[in-house]
Structure formats: C-alpha cells, structure tokens
C-alpha cells in the first residue's frame, strides 16, 4: 500500500525535474548554442593536431591556412562565383527534379495500374549510381549546363518519388471516401485531401531531395566545369592543394546546412497551415 501511494508521488517528483530541462531546450538559442559544441570541438581538435606536427601541411593543413586560401580566393573575386554558381545548379536541378518526383509520385501512389507498369523500371534506375550517368549525359546533352542540372535533377528526383508514392498509399482510406462523398474527384481530391495529409512524407522527401543534390553536384560538376565548389575540390585535389579542397568541403556543409533549415521552416509553416 505504502509502496503503491509513493509511485505517483515518484512520478510527479520525476516529472518536476525533467521540466525545467525541457523548457532550457525548448529555447532555439540553447539548441544552436548545443549545436556549436561539437563543430568547436572538432576545430579545436584540429588546431592542436596540426599546431603538434601529428599531420604533415599536404595532408591535413591547419585552419588558419585554410582561412588564408579563402581569403585569396575572396580576394581575386573566385569564391564567391564558386558558391553563386553551385548554389544556383542545385536549387535548379533540385526545383526540376523535385517536381517530377512530385507528379510521378503521386500518379504511382494513386494508380495501381501506374505502379505495376512503372514501378519496377524506376525503382531499377534508383540503383544505378550517379557518376554512371556522367557519360551518357555527355553524350545526349554535351557539357553545357543543361547535363550538370540534369544530372542534379536526377538525384533530386528519386527521394521525392519514393516517399510521396508511399505516403499515398498509406492515406487514410476513410477520410478519402469522405471527401467524394462530398463530391471531390480527380485533380480537387489530390489537391484538397490527399496531398495535405502527406505532407510531412512530402517535406521529409524533399530535404532528402535537396542533400541528394548535394551529393550529385561534385559528380555534376566533374562534366567539364569550370566553376563551381565541385571544381574547385577536384581541381585542388589535382593540384595538392589540400587547403582549398578542405575549404570546398566545409562549404559544402555549410551552404548545404543553411538550404536544408530554410527548407526546415518552410516544412514547419506548410505542416501547421496543411497537415
């Protein structure tokens, strides 16, 4: 009896010592404050190792020198025409490949006819690896812009696809009879019921979407380019210049970082105002 009246007393007291805990993590300050604690780390890390002689200057240059090369890339006006014409081949190619991942989702989520006849030839190319496409894009599309946003396109198409023709399937078969008891067919069934209510599917695809392009980029920009963050990481890598690559991957990361939490915000505002 006695053991039965502290269980609550336990939980309640449990209950008041993690709440103060969530509230601090609640903060959006906290967390990015968190979220700095490890890449500090890492730097730090890397500082001592190189200032220690652990690594040679080709093998892992140390920060400052990294800074000073993109400080001369800044300086002869390269860098930022790195970033700008990266950036831009991605939100294209992933605003293309988005989109068809888009429509060619949704008819294979709601077409079991679709699915049975295209199903397994996409799921066939999914498999095949990005650099297999280089070629044949070369071939079709010569070196121009169009291959290397194709070819983001590509990457940017599969994850859509995959993630809203499965949430689609899974829609709650009830709500859609309710909606064409009502009178909704077709096109206005899609739009007003069966898209809202994959929504998060949708984003979480489209974040994958948008770090496949990403990925696909370096192989995009192995077509030829002259430009570019991929460029500059494999023309550093041919030069030895390891200050320079490592500077490439960094702002991979960033760059690719920030795209993926604005597109975090606009997931947040789409589920509160869709889902």
């Not at 500090?40 to 002689?53: D, M, N, R």
């Not at 809202?196 to 920009?221: H, K």
């Not at 690559?245 to 789409?270: N, Q």
Request: hydrophobic share 55%.
């Amino acid at each position: 009896m006695s053991s039965a009246l502290k269980t609550p007393a336990s939980a309640s007291a449990g209950a008041g010592n993690t709440a103060p805990a969530d509230t601090i993590l609640a903060s959006r300050w906290t967390r990015a404050g968190l979220g700095l604690v490890v890449p500090v780390l890492v730097l730090a890390a890397w500082q001592i190792s190189t200032a220690a002689g652990i690594f040679s200057p080709v093998q892992l240059p140390s920060p400052s020198a990294v800074y000073t090369a993109a400080a001369d890339l800044i300086g002869r006006g390269q860098l930022g025409n790195h970033v700008a014409i990266s950036t831009q081949r991605v939100l294209i190619g992933f605003a293309a490949g988005g989109l068809l991942g888009l429509a060619l989702g949704a008819v294979l989520g709601l077409s079991r006819l679709a699915d049975i006849l295209l199903g397994p030839m996409i799921g066939a190319l999914r498999a095949v690896p990005s650099l297999a496409w280089v070629p044949l894009l070369i071939l079709w599309l010569k070196i121009g812009e169009d291959s290397k946003i194709t070819l983001i396109a590509i990457g940017a198409f599969f994850p859509v696809f995959t993630t809203v023709s499965l949430a689609l399937r899974h829609v709650d078969r009830n709500l859609v009879e309710a909606a064409r008891a009502f009178g909704l067919n077709g096109l206005k069934l899609l739009t007003t019921v069966q898209l809202p209510a994959v929504v998060p599917a949708v984003f979480s695809g489209l974040r994958l979407a948008l770090a496949q392009s990403w990925l696909f980029l370096v192989a995009a920009e192995l077509i030829a380019s002259s430009m570019g963050l991929g460029f500059l990481l494999t023309d550093s890598q041919n030069n030895g210049r390891t200050d320079r690559l490592l500077l490439a991957i960094i702002l991979l990361a960033v760059i690719g970082k920030i795209t993926d939490a604005l597109l975090g915000l606009a997931e947040k505002k789409a589920v509160a105002k869709w889902a």
